[in-house]
């Protein structure tokens, strides 16, 4: 004995073909955009990070090695300058010393970058009125030559 499937049933199952393929791209759609969008921003804010960190460091590295100290934080902010420039950034940069003078032997310098990463694709109409912008800092510390004179 042989079962037979009715033409009904059949037809059923034959009228979702290609459904399917809908499916998946309707939620690879929905799913990778965010995803995306998530790469793009975690990847801006890194950045942000790396350019504050280099931007801080080598400023008090540019700060502690200057001849004197009439031209000490033009070479910081030069330094930085680029740092941040390297990265992309428009960033800001502020030096204190621990004493006076600042580049006396073992004296301490702290530097401190700041930067404020904007979310990628974001009109700049929609950033006036909501802060879309993430604000990353670094400090550092740099300590002044043992033997170094007293200028």
Do not use: H
Not at 23 to 45: D, K, N
Not at 48 to 76: H, I, L
Not at 104 to 133: I, W
């Amino acid at each position: 004995m042989t079962a037979r499937v009715s033409p009904a049933i059949s037809r059923g199952t034959s009228d979702e073909r290609g459904s399917a393929v809908v499916e998946f791209v309707f939620l690879t759609i929905v799913v990778l955009i965010p995803l995306i969008y998530l790469v793009m921003t975690v990847g801006r804010i890194q950045a942000g990070t790396y350019a504050v960190t280099q931007a801080s460091r080598e400023a008090g590295r540019a700060f502690v090695t200057a001849e004197s100290g009439e031209n000490a934080q033009a070479r910081a902010e030069a330094a930085a300058a680029i740092a941040f420039a390297d990265f992309g950034f428009d960033g800001q940069i502020q030096i204190g010393c621990d004493d006076m003078p600042c580049l006396r032997p073992e004296g301490r310098v702290t530097t401190q970058a700041q930067v404020l990463v904007p979310l990628p694709l974001v009109p700049d109409f929609a950033r006036a009125v909501v802060p879309l912008q993430v604000p990353v800092s670094s400090t550092s510390v740099s300590t002044v030559d043992r033997f170094r004179s007293v200028p």
